[in-house]
C-alpha cells in the first residue's frame, strides 16, 4: 500500500514534519521523478529537442535562402537595369547613324535626280535641235519639189515646139562642146 | 549551156545583114521564147546597136517633149560624128515623151546625152537636197 506524501489529518511535531512533509515518501518520490525524468530525457526529450533543433535549423535555412534569394534578385535587377541602359544607349547610337545614313543617302538621291533632270533637259534640248533641223530639211526638201513641180508645169504650158525647138539648138550646141 | 547573149547578138547582126528584117525578127522571137530568154531582150538590143555602131551605123533613140524639126535632126546628126568619127550612117529614132518636159534625150547603144529639162530639175532637186 502506498503511504500518501502528505497525511492529512496526521502530523508530526518536528522538522518536515511539521510542514506535512514525508521525508521517506520525499525520497521515493524524487527517485520516481529522476527516473521519470531519465526516462523522458532518453525517450522524449531529445527527439523533441531534436525535431525542435531541425524545425529551428530548416527556418533559419529558409530565412538564409530567402535573404540570399533577395541579394541576388537585387544583383539581378542592377544587372538588368545597366543592360537595359546599355541596349538603350546602343538603341539610341544605331538610330542616330541610322538617321545620319538616311540623310545622306537622301542628299545623294537629290543630288542625282538633280543631275538626271540635266542631262534629261540637255537631252531633250538636243534632240528639239535635231528635230527642228530635220523638220527644216523636210520642208526645204518639200519646198524645192514644190518648186520644181511649179517650174515643171510653168515649162510645160509655156514652152512651145518653136521654143523647144530653140532649147534643143542650145543644149546641143553646148552638148557638142 | 547557155549561149551567150553577144553571141546572139552578132548571129542577129548576121541574120539582118542576110534575110528580111520581119522574118528576121519573127526568128529571133521565137529563139528568145523557146529559151526562155525574152527578159534580155532589151540588153540583145543594145548589144545589136554597140555591133552595129562598130561596123559604123549608129542607132540613136531621140526623146522630146515635141516633134524634132529638121534643123534639130541635123545638129544631132553632127553631134554623133562628133562624137563617133567613124560613122557612115546615123538612124534617128523619133519619140515623143511628155515627161522630158523640154529639150532633148539622146539614147544609143551603151551611152545617154540627157540635154533635157526633166534631167535639169532632177539635178536640181539632187543638188539642193543633199
Redesign the interface.
Known amino acids: 500500500m502506498i503511504q500518501p506524501l502528505f497525511n492529512f489529518g496526521e502530523t508530526s511535531s518536528s522538522g518536515l514534519g511539521a510542514l506535512g512533509v514525508d521525508p521517506k515518501a520525499f525520497i521515493v518520490q524524487l527517485i520516481t521523478f529522476v527516473l521519470a525524468f531519465l526516462v523522458l530525457r532518453r525517450f522524449a526529450f531529445k527527439p523533441i529537442t531534436k525535431m525542435m533543433d531541425d524545425r529551428r535549423k530548416l527556418i533559419e535555412s529558409g530565412v538564409t535562402i530567402g535573404e540570399q534569394m533577395q541579394k541576388d534578385q537585387a544583383k539581378l535587377e542592377a544587372k538588368i537595369a545597366e543592360e537595359l541602359s546599355k541596349a538603350r544607349e546602343q538603341a539610341d547610337s544605331i538610330l542616330s547613324a541610322a538617321q545620319d545614313e538616311a540623310k545622306e543617302a537622301i542628299k545623294d538621291a537629290e543630288t542625282k535626280a538633280r543631275e538626271k533632270a540635266d542631262a534629261i533637259l540637255v537631252d531633250a534640248k538636243e534632240k528639239t535641235k535635231q528635230d527642228i533641223a530635220r523638220a527644216r530639211?523636210q520642208l526645204?526638201?518639200e519646198v524645192?519639189?514644190l518648186i520644181?513641180d511649179a517650174?515643171?508645169v510653168i515649162?510645160?504650158e509655156k514652152?512651145?515646139?518653136k521654143?523647144?525647138?530653140q532649147?534643143?539648138?542650145k543644149?546641143?550646141?553646148?552638148?557638142?562642146n | 549551156m547557155k549561149a551567150p547573149r553577144s553571141a546572139i547578138a552578132k548571129v542577129i547582126n548576121q541574120k539582118l545583114d542576110k534575110a528580111d528584117a520581119k522574118k528576121a525578127a519573127e526568128d529571133i522571137a521565137g529563139y528568145l521564147l523557146a529559151e526562155k530568154r525574152v527578159g534580155e531582150l532589151d540588153s540583145l538590143m543594145r548589144d545589136l546597136q554597140q555591133i552595129r555602131s562598130d561596123q559604123g551605123a549608129v542607132e540613136v533613140n531621140a526623146l522630146s517633149a515635141h516633134e524634132l524639126d529638121q534643123n534639130s535632126i541635123n545638129e544631132i546628126k553632127t553631134l554623133i560624128k562628133t562624137k563617133f568619127p567613124g560613122t557612115n550612117q546615123i538612124i534617128i529614132n523619133k519619140i515623143i515623151d511628155n515627161d522630158v518636159v523640154g529639150g532633148v534625150r539622146l539614147v544609143m547603144a551603151n551611152q545617154q546625152l540627157d540635154l533635157t529639162i526633166r534631167y535639169k530639175l532632177s539635178k536640181f532637186k539632187q543638188l539642193t537636197t543633199s
Open positions: 530639211k526645204e526638201a524645192i519639189n520644181s517650174t515643171e515649162i510645160g514652152v512651145d515646139a521654143k523647144d525647138a532649147l534643143i539648138d543644149a546641143l550646141k553646148g552638148g557638142a
